[in-house]
């Protein structure tokens, strides 16, 4: 079957976004590649969102809406959006973002001529609530195809370098595990590594989306109630033996500097942790007495949260 005609489902989960999920929607109807659905997953909205997607679907049948009888959170709803998918390929675009007009075409045509590639991203927009850029963000300035591994360890050191949902695609057979419900503010990475584990990466330098950042609000909640460093720990478990292996003593002394700075942000929202418990680190007998106190010391000069 040529992958160039094959069925793209662009899904958008949602939860009280009445206000910009038609952004969303538009940017997903008026895609140069035809042959998609448009997959909404509500999460049992309060607002005017089925109204929204309402007047969408009157406009372009390709248009489902699904809701839920009640909300079963975030990480669910990313899932069933994956398990309610008919199509090959899975594109999301979270509900306050938008879409290039060539970014599912220029996705497919990428995965069409590299069958070993099992994740595409391409860079992002950043935009404020109107859509007004603000930088772009990037994995690279030029186009990369990468054995997976190799991504899985940057990623692991480095953080999310790939992007948030709307910035990737992926073919639904791979990921019909669906979202991992252990992780909440790193869902979207953990699947990213886990289909990489699959299959290589390739990235497109152009910035094919547009990605909202309004959400440091919410990384705040979740810092405050210790889902971050939760997050971090959970994958330094699911991942270090892995990675270990082939790491650089730089690349082990990033880790455990990101790891302090999660443990500083922490604490200074007001839950406890101490740093002599935190042993999802690679040099565990330097962290208490060396990496944190740098850590905590950098961030009261330069990196508290206003």
């Known amino acids: 079957m040529d992958d160039m005609k094959s069925l793209v489902s662009v899904c958008i989960p949602t939860y009280n976004h009445a206000l910009v999920l038609d952004d969303a929607l538009r940017s997903a109807m008026e895609q140069t590649y035809g042959n998609?659905?448009?997959?909404?997953?509500?999460?049992?909205?309060?607002?005017?969102?089925a109204t929204v997607v309402t007047a969408a679907?009157?406009?372009?049948?390709?248009?489902?809406?699904?809701?839920?009888?009640?909300?079963?959170?975030?990480?669910?709803?990313?899932?069933?959006?994956?398990?309610?998918a008919k199509g090959q390929y899975v594109k999301f675009v979270c509900a306050d973002d938008a879409l290039e007009p060539e970014c599912v075409e220029r996705m497919v045509q990428v995965m069409s001529a590299h069958p070993e590639v099992s994740l595409v991203a391409c860079a992002?927009?950043?935009?404020?609530?109107?859509?007004?850029?603000?930088?772009a963000a990037r994995y690279s300035r030029r186009f990369v195809l990468a054995d997976g591994a190799t991504v899985v360890r940057r990623c692991f050191f480095f953080g999310n370098l790939i992007g948030e949902p709307t910035a990737v695609m992926f073919r639904r057979a791979d990921a019909v595990r669906g979202f991992d419900d252990g992780y909440?503010?790193?869902?979207?990475?953990?699947?990213?590594?886990r289909l990489l584990k699959r299959g290589a990466f390739a990235f497109l330098p152009d910035p094919l989306c547009k990605v909202r950042r309004h959400a440091k609000q919410i990384t705040l909640?979740?810092?405050?109630?210790?889902?971050v460093l939760s997050d971090k720990?959970?994958?330094?478990?699911?991942?270090?033996?892995?990675?270990?292996?082939?790491?650089?003593?730089?690349?082990?002394?990033?880790w455990d500097g990101r790891m302090a700075v999660t443990v500083c942000r922490t604490r200074n929202a007001g839950y406890e942790v101490r740093p002599e418990g935190v042993a999802e680190v690679f040099f565990p007998r330097l962290f208490p007495g060396l990496t944190y106190p740098l850590a905590s010391a950098l961030w009261r000069l330069f990196g508290r949260e206003s």
């Not at 909440?184 to 590594?193: H, T, V």
Request: aromatic share 6%; hydrophobic share 40%.
């Open 36 to 49: 998609l659905e448009i997959l909404v997953l509500d999460n049992d909205s309060t607002d005017d969102t």
């Open 57 to 84: 679907s009157a406009r372009d049948a390709r248009v489902r809406y699904l809701r839920h009888s009640e909300n079963i959170g975030m990480v669910h709803n990313f899932s069933a959006c994956v398990e309610q």
């Open 124 to 135: 992002r927009q950043l935009v404020d609530r109107n859509l007004r850029p603000h930088r």
């Open 184 to 193: 909440r503010q790193l869902m979207d990475l953990e699947m990213w590594l």
């Open 221 to 227: 909640e979740n810092v405050k109630s210790g889902i």
């Open 233 to 254: 720990r959970r994958l330094f478990h699911a991942l270090h033996a892995e990675v270990e292996g082939k790491a650089s003593f730089r690349e082990k002394a990033f």
